[in-house]
């Protein structure tokens, strides 16, 4: 997974890993564009990618995720979403956005004329139940925190209505 210091040491085991969006620019504020992201997640859910928690901010995610294969998951999950959330960006002519995924583009990425997200996913092995539950309340404290909402199930994009027993965006593994 890039030129990250952080590695996915068992590809089959449950991650906390975190997504930004290159030089945290705010691509996150439209339905559609997290529509993208829930999209290729359904998708690899198909594929027998497990989602046991996420949230979407304005300019990163954090997920909670198991599969046979995380590494490659990842990597298809953030080539693919770049790629159509360029193609969004390019469409409606979101010219901000695309000079500065231009601008702070790392100068080894010479095949693109864009870097969307930064280079790494930050794994975190979650290692026992403690650990779970922590990632888990984390996760869904983080636009309370940030101010966005004053209750956790109040954030459309996250799981914690689905750990309240409502329907959320996508539909999540609780079994872990």
């Known amino acids: 997974m890039g030129r990250s210091r952080y590695k996915i040491?068992?590809?089959d085991a449950t991650h906390f890993v975190t997504l930004t969006v290159l030089h945290w620019i705010p691509v996150f504020t439209r339905p559609q564009t997290v529509d993208i992201l829930l999209e290729s997640l359904r998708f690899l859910m198909g594929e027998g990618?497990?989602?046991?928690?996420?949230?979407?901010?304005?300019?990163?995610?954090h997920l909670?995720?198991?599969?046979?294969?995380?590494d490659k998951d990842m990597a298809r999950f953030k080539s693919?979403?770049?790629?159509?959330?360029?193609?969004y960006l390019e469409q409606h002519q979101v010219k901000t956005i695309?000079?500065?995924?231009?601008?702070?583009?790392?100068?080894?990425?010479?095949?693109?004329?864009?870097?969307f997200w930064q280079e790494g996913i930050h794994p975190e092995l979650i290692?026992?139940?403690?650990?779970?539950?922590?990632?888990i309340e984390y996760i869904h404290h983080n636009p309370?925190?940030?101010?966005?909402?004053?209750?956790?199930?109040?954030?459309?994009?996250?799981?914690?209505?689905?750990y309240e027993g409502e329907v959320g965006l996508i539909d999540i593994d609780k079994c872990w």
């Open 9 to 11: 040491t068992q590809a």
């Open 49 to 61: 990618l497990k989602v046991h928690a996420y949230v979407i901010l304005e300019n990163h995610l």
């Open 64 to 70: 909670i995720l198991q599969s046979p294969q995380l």
């Open 80 to 87: 693919f979403t770049a790629r159509k959330l360029l193609a």
């Open 98 to 115: 695309l000079e500065q995924l231009e601008f702070y583009k790392k100068a080894h990425k010479t095949d693109r004329q864009y870097q």
């Open 127 to 135: 290692q026992n139940e403690a650990m779970m539950l922590q990632k």
């Open 144 to 162: 309370v925190k940030r101010g966005y909402v004053d209750q956790a199930v109040h954030w459309r994009y996250s799981s914690a209505r689905n």
